[in-house]
């Protein structure tokens, strides 16, 4: 079903009106859930419209104005959600901003975005905005949603969301017209305004804000949803940071357009088991999510008795061989569908019942590139899992996968309405109706980065192959040379050696060097619980990481990586001659990762220089000490000696067939 | 996570914040030959936290097993809100309103986190034997509303994600937790804490400080605490009682008890010769 003629109408442009229209013709439809007590709790679209009405008229109440931009702290909440809209109802913008951010990352955007209202989700948010308040003048009032031990704050500033709506409610009995003066105040709200402010994670940096407008959103989404056929029968679980574009889109802006349910979880660790409740059928995750719970199953089956794992290695080896051409609707034989069809029975269903993909209508992954036989693993069970290329400043898409067409290695076609050229330095540039209006009081970011035509800098290289799918190769800065002037796409390299479970994350080195060089960082789930099986004793991470049978386990990983790039012309070059097991685990706390968990390169190279310094001067050993930051803020330090080995290269050989990365 | 703890009416019938809840006077108990307690006095009062502390084998963990009527002191009296302890059953002292956790975590390690939770609802528990085999009905009906105040109880001590889990299968830190959460379901006046912190790490000392407060702040909940860690108890404590030996040697703030020569000594030994 593509999808009722009311979602199609183009009428309603902005998410209030968008949200009156839901309200009558969905009036009855969940709108959202939030997991609470133990049971989950519901909201129609015209309680929804009851609940953001009273909480939009309670902050005009309290001087919210046309133009006021309202930061909005905290994990995925259906009040937080609700805030959003009803800022819009009034001309205002929110600024979602990364709920785990320490208060002075935080500091920086909230300045950046003039922000007079602040609605968050607890006290721990509250304290952190009170503790730089003095730094944030133009900020004067925060909501909040949790009152858990807010009670003897002072409360002049300090609302309850709760409060914020009985204002609005008593407004509303007192006066009414008040609703039909909210509504009308909506009328007037237009495509073209400013719908919301997202703060990119700024891999370099400050982040800058990206000004998306209602059109933008309204249309990528409709797009999206129509490319999918979503309609307001999907359930979708809200997880992802509400800062960033992926979530505002998916839990925004396509479950307005489409009028579809967006899950709240209980808490960020129950997630998992939230999941297989709900059994979402529309589900986005970057490839780590995927990676973790493929490791958890494979882990878990290593432990399970001697039937359940030959039924399981069994009909997986079925899965691989004809679950991707049935999915994809090609030509497979009799038997081999029935036998496709007993494993369905006795292992992929109650697999993906595990996982809560038994209704997965049609699953996402970006942000990076996701493992081959990971993505395969998936598709093979029969799920739609798909690859799309986005960015914030397109409004999340610009290619995606097609049903039907899907290639491992690509991340698909353009989507509709997007137009992709390739720049001569190989970047990838587009054109959109998702097109960012500009970088929030950033003329010269946003004048480098968006052409006056309107074609948008990706900043990553790519090429479009002979199929017209987009295959994008790395960083267009980070792809580098090496002395010999052979190839080196750092990312290109981590990702094959991060397709092993049992690392977890690598940090590649080589431009304008001698050669390639690795850190690496073990996967301590699946890494911990090879050590349980083998009875290999150790207290800490970093002593795991530092034993020498998992330095061979790692050298074995590198050598396979080694084998298959000399398989590729373009790659051989850019073969691992050394590598080192990192001490500590790379944290976004620490500034390591980004807080969408991107390696940071260039900040990493700074803080292990002597450790890169021992990669290329051929010592053996090498001595650190690395300061750390726990979860408050205290710092602490950790040394140690790290090893470094020296590995096998392999002549460039064409046409070799690449063996399984397992 | 939204929060459904209401701030409630202080617990316990007709004492008034600050005033004493319970009264311990010129207490002595020994075992045998042994004098775990001797000639001690103090009080606790409604709404605080108190601690109890003293270097090991001062009679801190006697003294509260004292407070909760699990032992009857030989000689002085006891004053539970106003009225004269006699010797109780361990049943009537559980139904006296006092909750406490353990030094060395006592939960059922088979049993999930959500039932051990419900073990603490079981005083308050009404339905006839019979009902409750049924469950159905008004037992049932009663089940639910239990489950509701746990349900609150999980919600407060952020551990929905444990729910289901075996507490064999926890870490430690969270199986204290846990054990709080049951002590909490009892809806006690009062609650006892034998060194909750202890065996912790850093970050499990600081939620749980968290917790203690928010409890006695959200509920309204007095506070007796025994714990090793200074720092903890200097900044979570109203006020601080020090033992030494079985004996009472200093009572006040914690800045005061700080200060105090004896505490001092006690602690840290005084030259002999």
Not at chain 1, 184 to 192: C, L, N, P, V, Y
Not at chain 2, 17 to 39: E, H, M, P
Not at chain 2, 121 to 148: D, N, V, Y
Request: proline residues 4%; negative net charge.
């Amino acid at each position: 079903m593509a999808g009722s003629p009311v979602v199609e109408r183009l009428d309603e442009d902005t998410f209030p009106k968008i949200l009156l229209r839901n309200a009558r013709v969905f009036a009855d439809r969940p709108s959202i859930r939030e997991k609470d007590l133990g049971i989950w709790q519901t909201w129609t679209w015209a309680e929804v419209l009851d609940e953001i009405r009273a909480f939009s008229i309670g902050l005009k109440q309290s001087g919210f104005k046309s133009g006021d931009k309202i930061a909005i702290v905290g994990a995925n909440r259906p009040r937080l959600y609700w805030t959003m809209v009803a800022a819009q109802a009034l001309g205002g913008v929110p600024v979602p901003v990364y709920a785990d951010s320490v208060a002075e990352e935080m500091v920086y955007v909230l300045q950046h975005a003039e922000v007079r209202f602040a609605a968050v989700e607890d006290q721990e948010q509250v304290d952190k905005l009170l503790s730089i308040a003095d730094r944030l003048p133009l900020l004067e009032h925060i909501v909040y949603d949790d009152t858990r031990g807010l009670r003897d704050y002072d409360h002049t500033r300090l609302h309850s969301f709760e409060g914020i709506q009985d204002e609005g409610r008593k407004a509303v009995a007192a006066d009414s017209g008040a609703i039909k003066a909210w509504e009308a105040g909506i009328a007037e709200t237009k495509g073209s305004d400013l719908a919301v402010m997202l703060y990119t994670s700024g891999t370099t940096g400050q982040p800058k804000g990206v000004m998306l407008s209602f059109d933008n959103l309204v249309i990528s989404a409709r797009n999206g949803n129509t490319f999918d056929k979503l309609d307001e029968h999907e359930e979708i679980i809200a997880y992802l940071p509400m800062a960033w574009i992926g979530d505002h889109v998916f839990s925004l802006a396509q479950a307005y357009t489409a009028g579809y349910c967006v899950n709240c979880p209980e808490s960020v660790e129950t997630v998992l088991s939230d999941r297989r409740e709900i059994a979402p059928t529309y589900f986005f995750a970057p490839p780590r999510v995927f990676e973790g719970l493929l490791t958890h199953i494979m882990v878990r089956m290593e432990d399970a008795g001697k039937l359940k794992r030959k039924l399981f290695d069994y009909f997986l080896d079925v899965a691989r061989e004809v679950g991707e051409p049935i999915l994809n609707g090609e030509q497979v034989s009799f038997g081999d569908r029935l036998k496709y069809r007993l494993g369905e029975l006795l292992v992929y269903g109650p697999l993906k019942n595990q996982m809560g993909f038994n209704r997965l209508k049609v699953g996402y992954t970006a942000g990076e590139a996701i493992g081959p036989e990971i993505f395969r693993f998936y598709r093979a069970l029969g799920l739609n899992l798909k690859q799309l290329y986005g960015q914030t400043e397109a409004s999340v898409y610009i290619t995606m996968q097609p049903d039907g067409q899907i290639f491992g290695d690509t991340v698909g076609t353009p989507a509709p309405d997007v137009e992709i050229k390739i720049a001569d330095s190989g970047e990838v540039l587009y054109r959109s109706p998702g097109v960012f209006v500009g970088y929030y009081k950033n003329e010269e970011a946003t004048s480098s980065t968006k052409t006056a035509e309107g074609w948008v800098h990706t900043g990553d290289a790519g090429f479009i192959d002979d199929r017209g799918h987009l295959k994008i190769i790395d960083r267009a800065k980070d792809v580098g040379k090496l002395q010999s002037g052979s190839l080196f796409a750092p990312k290109y390299i981590e990702n094959k050696l991060k397709f092993f479970p049992n690392v977890k994350e690598v940090v590649a080195f080589g431009d304008g060097r001698e050669f390639s060089g690795v850190f690496v960082n073990i996967d301590l789930t699946a890494v911990g619980s090879w050590a349980e099986r083998n009875n290999v004793n150790y207290a800490s991470y970093q002593e795991l990481a530092a034993h020498p049978q998992v330095y061979k386990m790692i050298e074995e990983h590198v050598d396979q990586v080694n084998r298959d790039l000399a398989s590729e012309p373009m790659m051989a070059g850019a073969q691992i001659k050394r590598f080192l097991i990192l001490h500590k685990e790379l944290d976004a706390d620490d500034g390591e990762l980004t807080r969408t968990q991107k390696v940071r390169r260039s900040f990493i190279a700074e803080r292990y220089a002597p450790l890169i310094e021992a990669l290329y001067d051929g010592s053996k050993t090498c001595h650190v000490r690395t300061e750390v930051t726990f979860e408050d803020g205290r710092k602490g330090a950790i040394e140690a000696n790290i090893q470094i080995r020296d590995m096998k290269t392999y002549e460039p050989v064409g046409g070799i067939t690449r063996e399984a990365a397992e | 996570m939204n929060a459904h703890v209401q701030p409630q009416p202080v617990p316990g019938s007709g004492i008034a914040r600050g005033d004493v809840l319970l009264q311990v006077d010129n207490v002595s108990l020994s075992f045998g030959g042994v004098k775990a307690i001797t000639n001690i006095s103090f009080d606790i009062r409604k709404g605080e936290i108190r601690a109890i502390i003293g270097p090991n084998g001062a009679g801190k963990t006697s003294m509260l097993n004292v407070i909760n009527g699990f032992y009857h002191p030989q000689e002085g009296t006891i004053t539970w809100r106003g009225e004269k302890r006699r010797k109780m059953k361990p049943y009537e002292a559980a139904s006296q309103g006092i909750a406490r956790t353990f030094q060395n975590v006592a939960l059922f390690r088979g049993m999930t986190t959500l039932d051990n939770i419900m073990t603490g609802r079981g005083l308050k528990m009404k339905k006839s034997f019979f009902w409750q085999c049924l469950h159905w009905g008004p037992a049932l009906t009663e089940e639910i509303e239990h489950r509701r105040r746990v349900e609150e109880i999980i919600d407060f001590l952020e551990i929905q994600a444990i729910r289901k889990t075996p507490v064999g299968r926890l870490p430690y830190g969270l199986q204290k937790r846990v054990e709080l959460a049951r002590a909490l379901a009892m809806e006690p006046d009062l609650l006892l804490l034998d060194e909750p912190m202890a065996g912790m790490n850093l970050e499990e000392k600081e939620d749980m400080s968290r917790f203690i407060l928010d409890v006695n702040q959200q509920f309204g909940t007095t506070i007796a605490l025994i714990e090793h860690d200074m720092g903890v108890v200097m900044d979570l404590s109203d006020r601080v009682v020090v033992l030494d030996y079985g004996r009472k040697i200093a009572d006040g703030p914690p800045e005061e008890v700080q200060a105090n020569q004896d505490v001092i000594d006690a602690y840290l030994g005084v030259p002999h010769g």
